[in-house]
């Protein structure tokens, strides 16, 4: 029952990322880092927020399986973001890279500190 | 296949359709993703493999299949199709940033820090370098389509 909740949050996890890829490029084409940026970072910011609510506020560990492993785990993406980083290449490659590492990081670590404070 | 090649203008029905493609593609990389997590189970403190596996082999995934759609034509009808459900759908969905980010706060958050700087270098270089293995596949396998490109 989890495990079919988990994959079909995945699927819409994925629907939503490409929404807002598209969404993001028809107004702001050259947008940098872009629309795979926000997603992982806000993906890190939920994925991080559950967690939170499960590990110090005893929320059931299915939410974590589905809303984390599921849905973020659809949204968010590495594969995509690693393709972009090599695509862009010279200087602004690692920039991209590191800016997705340092904000996807930072927000999941936001999240926890909100699941531990609320 | 067929006869969808109306690729600037999209009407409401090809972007329906669109959506469907990613989904389906989502549905499968999710639920390859949920089982290299039980096959490789995340124990406290230690490397989480089923992670890697999944970013590492999705990355040099979706470096082979754009290329190789590049190659083949332009992203009309049956290519475009492939590209959402393989490359958006599947390679997106069984690749996760927020889980590689989770795991990485929680290492850290444990004290392991060693693990979460060579957890993090490793997943960033070998993703690279299986993105840059996946083209270069494609380009020994595919001749460029059409000739237009250099």
């Not at chain 1, 598209?22 to 992982?40: E, L």
Request: charged content about 15%.
């Amino acid at each position: 029952m989890t495990v079919a909740a988990l994959i079909i949050a995945g699927g819409i996890g994925a629907v939503l990322r490409y929404a807002i890829d598209d969404a993001v490029r028809r107004r702001w084409p050259m947008a940098f880092p872009g629309p795979t940026f926000v997603v992982n970072v806000t993906g890190s910011l939920v994925i991080g927020l559950v967690a939170g609510l499960v590990l110090y506020r005893a929320a059931s560990p299915e939410w974590q399986a589905v809303i984390g492993t599921g849905f973020c785990g659809g949204y968010t993406t590495f594969s995509t973001s690693v393709v972009e980083t090599v695509r862009l290449g010279g200087r602004r490659g690692p920039v991209y890279a590191g800016l997705t590492f340092a904000g996807s990081v930072g927000a999941c670590a936001v999240g926890l500190a909100i699941g531990w404070a609320l | 296949m067929g006869s969808t090649d109306r690729t600037s203008e999209c009407d409401s029905r090809t972007r329906g359709a669109d959506l469907g493609w990613v989904f389906l593609g989502g549905l499968g990389g999710t639920a390859l993703r949920w089982s290299a997590e039980e096959a490789w189970p995340l124990h406290d403190g230690h490397w989480p493999v089923g992670t890697t596996v999944v970013n590492v082999m999705g990355a040099f995934l979706l470096g082979l299949v754009l290329e190789t759609l590049v190659r083949m034509g332009p992203d009309h009808g049956v290519r475009r199709r492939i590209r959402l459900a393989a490359g958006t759908g599947f390679c997106g969905a069984l690749t996760t940033y927020s889980a590689f980010a989770l795991e990485l706060s929680v290492l850290g958050k444990g004290g392991h820090v060693v693990i979460a700087v060579a957890y993090a270098l490793v997943t960033v270089l070998a993703g690279i370098a299986a993105v840059v293995a996946g083209i270069a596949l494609a380009r020994r396998l595919v001749a460029i389509k059409g000739g237009d490109e250099a």
